[in-house]
């Protein structure tokens, strides 16, 4: 049994994770557990059983790091404990018949050629050999980050450097990478809508994650959407063995409100291998508390009018299934998240009117027919075969199902938003297409060539319930009544179609270069709709072309320290529907025609990786043309950009016991207001972030209890004075108040 203590921020989380059972030897037997260098167990580890002349035999380590080898015969073995992020361990072990040998298994930090990321390239490939910033973040490190219910978007935020810091809340808005917006895949299925409601890292469940991958930086290679970077969550592998099963229940509270902070989850999995055919099967369901905050006041639960992960039930079931045979692959993901907060809470409308200058309050007695929340359904086939005519070829096609709810706002005082009192909602569905073949050339240095088409159809609409506002007003805020459904943003169909080629070449030992290209086209056909305001626009056509490029080489100057320099450019088109929903009268859709926006980024880096000691530091400086901001009115502002900034890891094991390392962020960003080539504005602080540090210091205190201490830091940013700056319109915009300081502690411990 495993006990997991986690405190931090008043928050006391217990885990529970049965160890597999252990038959009886027939003959002899090898069992162990495969743990990292700062004592944490790791799961999904393959461990392989050789001997000559015998058939390897093969395991994965379960969710406590446990694998298990029965009925092998007496005799000489070799055991290899490998997982991507760190060094393969390769250990000579004795069987003898009717015994069971025990081995632990220490796991180090891999080499710069060790570690491999697929979403740089959209083909495995190691860090060493990419010129730009990646973080991994493996399993093993995302079940303990999210253990004190955090949201995805909250636990990357403090780990990820170049990304805004956390939300509290199951938005992403105003959480960028580098200053621009950033694209959410699911095994390579986007999560992103047209009506872009940045809620795309709260659509599948932590339990059902392998690995995170982030690409920071522009980049061609995935095209519309990625000017920030990319965030691809690679989920769960199939079993290799037996059938392992794995029950775990979480349980938690804040230490100064227990009563109305409990939060609990309870997540059963399934995974193993039978001949050709594998399996990894699970399901979950949690109920997360109220959050308080640190004046023991409770945070209302929509703490920023975009959705709140307090006082909500989540429901998640995930299944993959694949099938290998005459040396190709077929792949079945199945992935369905549900998220709905039932809550008695909400912020009091008084204190809205003071926004700035003190907190938010809650008000108790909510009653609402449509509680926020969300659902979120993947079906995404694969295909690979490896060998055909010198290429690999990747396949698959997939179906996203996507709806989302907000909390109800009162706009009577707004003239452009009908003068109602509404409750919005998002309904999407997308599906599409991708192709990618790895060519390999013959000869000394193997230029290597990743081609492809991507295509993807999607149906975006958000439409409102408007609510009665008598009920809302006799209960001060607290009653919504649904009295009928209007169109907001019409129904838009958008269209995809890109196709791209990526060289990678060799042309010495210690030099790597990289570069490629992607064209794509995108139609959005937006139908005939009416605003709230009740005058009817026409809909129309909008045709957008982009031709992104990159370029990079990696110069190493050992096996453990290489530098890369990188030019890489993405793109992405306005959110449309927002400046759609509020269109002036006589407005026409053919006049809207804005520009997709390129951005060229610039990035120069160094990285270091050794036994004891790995670093990164890497600078970069992007500008785009017609850069996209947003006016209080939801008036599109088009105009040149410029960010620049600093980030760095360190990560340090003195000795087998410690483990402690940091990450630093400092970027900031202007646009020329008026197009005269002098940048004098500075970007809202909704896109540029506050300055951050993370720190965390780990320690295996015995053989089985580990503890572990983090901080995160966010400095000030005031950038717009007292007053705040006057946006292009000559009103005061959002995001462009100071940003406060704030310090965040969590302390882990664990007993084995």
């Not at 001997?51 to 380590?61: I, M």
């Not at 003190?358 to 490896?386: F, S």
Request: aromatic share 8%; net charge neutral.
């Amino acid at each position: 049994m495993t006990r997991y203590f986690s405190c931090g921020l008043a928050a006391l989380v217990l885990a529970l994770a049965p160890v597999a059972s252990r038959a009886q030897a027939t003959s002899g037997a090898i069992s162990g557990r495969v743990a990292d260098n700062s004592g944490g167990l790791v799961p999904g580890a393959t461990v392989t059983l050789e001997r000559p002349g015998a058939a390897a035999r093969s395991a994965q380590t379960d969710g406590n790091g446990a694998f298990r080898f029965e009925g092998i015969p007496a005799g000489a073995y070799t055991l290899r404990i490998s997982l991507s992020g760190f060094a393969e361990d390769v250990r000579p072990v004795e069987v003898s018949a009717g015994q069971e040998r025990k081995v632990e298994v220490t796991l180090r930090p891999a080499g710069l050629k060790e570690d491999v990321t697929v979403t740089a390239t959209r083909t495995p490939q190691e860090i060493a050999a990419i010129p730009g910033s990646v973080t991994v973040i493996p399993r093993r490190v995302l079940i303990e980050q999210t253990l004190p219910k955090s949201g995805l978007g909250d636990t990357l935020g403090k780990m990820v450097p170049g990304m805004a810091g956390p939300q509290q809340s199951d938005s992403q808005a105003g959480q960028t990478l580098r200053g621009r917006v950033l694209s959410v895949l699911i095994d390579g299925v986007p999560q992103s809508t047209t009506r872009n409601v940045q809620r795309d890292l709260e659509t599948i469940d932590p339990s059902a994650i392998e690995r995170i991958e982030v690409l920071r930086g522009p980049t061609a290679i995935y095209g519309d959407g990625a000017t920030g970077g990319v965030i691809n969550i690679i989920t769960r592998i199939p079993g290799a063995g037996k059938a392992q099963f794995t029950t775990d229940l979480d349980l938690g509270s804040s230490l100064t409100h227990p009563d109305g902070s409990v939060s609990g989850r309870v997540w059963q999995s399934a995974s193993g291998k039978k001949d050709l055919f594998d399996y990894s099967l699970s399901g979950s369901f949690e109920h997360v508390g109220g959050f308080f905050d640190a004046e023991g006041d409770r945070v209302p639960p929509d703490p920023n009018n975009q959705g709140g992960l307090a006082d909500s039930d989540n429901l998640a079931g995930f299944a993959k299934l694949g099938l290998d045979f005459s040396g190709q692959r077929f792949q079945l993901m199945v992935n369905h998240a549900r998220r709905r907060q039932h809550t008695d809470f909400t912020t009091d409308p008084a204190v809205n009117t003071q926004a700035g200058h003190q907190k938010a309050r809650t008000l108790a007695g909510l009653d609402i027919e449509e509680p926020q929340g969300a659902d979120n359904t993947i079906v995404n086939l694969e295909y690979r075969r490896p060998h055909v005519l010198s290429s690999e070829v990747h396949a698959q096609a997939y179906y996203r199902d996507y709806a989302s709810t907000f909390f109800p706002r009162d706009f009577r005082a707004v003239a452009a938003r009908g003068n109602l009192v509404y409750q919005s909602f998002v309904e999407s569905t997308k599906k599409g297409g991708r192709l990618e073949i790895a060519t390999s050339f013959e000869g000394a240095r193997r230029p290597v060539i990743v081609w492809g088409l991507d295509a993807t159809l999607e149906n975006t609409a958000q439409p409102v319930w408007v609510l009665d506002p008598a009920a809302y007003d006799q209960s001060r805020g607290l009653v919504f009544r649904i009295t009928g459904r209007r169109s907001w943003t019409p129904p838009m169909d958008q269209r995809n179609l890109a196709g791209f080629a990526h060289l990678e070449w060799k042309p010495l030992d210690r030099v790597v270069l990289r570069g490629g290209v992607r064209h794509e086209r995108i139609k959005v056909d937006v139908d005939d709709f009416t605003v709230l305001q009740g005058f009817a626009i026409p809909g129309g056509r909008l045709d957008y072309r982009a031709t992104p490029a990159n370029a990079g080489i990696v110069v190493s100057a050992s096996q453990s320290l290489n530098a890369f320099f990188n030019f890489s450019q993405g793109f992405s088109i306005a959110d449309i529907g927002l400046v759609l929903r509020a269109a002036p009268n006589g407005f026409t859709v053919n006049r809207l025609r804005p520009e997709a926006q390129v951005v060229n980024n610039y990035e120069v880096g160094m990285r270091l990786s050794r036994r004891a000691v790995s670093a990164t530091i890497s600078g970069f400086y992007n500008t785009s043309k017609f850069g996209v901001t947003f006016a209080p009115d939801f008036t599109m502002v088009r105009s040149p950009e410029r960010i620049y900034g600093v980030e760095t890891t360190l990560d340090a094991s003195p000795d087998d016991r410690l483990r402690l390392g940091l990450t630093g962020t400092w970027l900031e960003g202007k646009f020329d207001p008026n197009r005269t080539g002098n940048y004098t504005a500075y970007l809202p602080d909704d896109r540029i972030p506050a300055p951050k540090v993370s720190f965390y210091v780990d320690h295996q205190t015995t053989p089985r209890w580990r503890n572990r201490v983090q901080a995160f830091y966010s400095a000030e940013r005031d950038r717009f004075g007292a007053q705040g700056q006057p946006d292009l319109i000559g009103r005061i915009g959002f995001g462009l108040a100071r940003i406060e300081p704030y310090f965040l502690v969590d302390v882990f411990s664990y007993l084995n």
